[in-house]
């Protein structure tokens, strides 16, 4: 799934091309995509309306609209959002397209193969209600800032594996696997430490580390791996996938210590990638 990196680089693209630019049609090909509310709710929220911003919370897009109400995108497991010449050949499973005023003639797809994804239109002020999920969302790294007074509060107030801490949403939201691993290894913290256990010490490094590896990551425009469909809206991959230390190399010698293996191990489902000399 694409995390806080390929999300926000999506939403950097999207924020070039789209704001200030009114919706005059919208097309439904697959309704599972708009499954939350319906087409028709999709269709009758876009047309007509300006996007007025593309945010992002976690590892949504949130784009306000002039009419009030704001459009949400979810890419999960495969989704991706591609700008496009209007008229141009759509990729299979383009399920929702968007058409947009003004020269450039141009298309918004939300290209989704396993249908996962999300497209909905809702009103802010009832977020709770509408999208529970993005209301109870944690602190966002990037979006938000993270202060390292603000993480040694999340990690002091709970008693929990780091990993599943950092992977939770509700507590930090837009890291998922490949970026908690990597993470994790730069600080040189263990993925099952106690969060209330790590030291003062720690603390920083691993601050530090969320926050140069996100970074990063940004501006490589995330990681496309060889199992992934995320691309940019331009169609093009990223490349931190070049610079990973742990993530998908089990089996192979660490660069940061040159000692040991990675190890990959499975916890609650999820690969878990560590060396176990930088990682005691």
Known sequence: MPELPEVETVRRGL?????????TQVEIGRERTVRRTSARSVIDGLTGTTITAVNRRGKYLLCPLDSGDELMMHLRMSGRVLIASAGAQRPPHTHV????AGKPAQE???????TFGEVVVFDPSNVAIE???VAKMGIDPIADGLTRQQFADVLAGRSRQ??????DQHVVAGIGNIYCDESLHLAGVRWDRRSDAIKPREVTKLHTAIMRVLGEAIEAGGSTLADSQYVGIDGEGGWFQLHHRV???AGQ????CGKSNIVRVTVAGRGTHFCPCCQR
């Not at 924020?15 to 919706?23: K, L, P, T, Y």
């Not at 397209?97 to 947009?100: A, D, E, G, L, S």
């Not at 010698?253 to 940061?256: A, E, K, M, N, Q």
């Open 15 to 23: 924020s070039s091309q789209v704001v200030g630019r009114r919706i």
């Open 97 to 100: 397209v968007m058409h947009f």
């Open 108 to 114: 918004l797809w939300f290209v989704d193969p396993r």
């Open 131 to 133: 999208l529970p999920e």
């Open 162 to 167: 780091i990993k599943a801490l950092l992977l």
């Open 247 to 249: 993530y998908n190399r």
């Open 253 to 256: 010698r660490c660069l940061t």
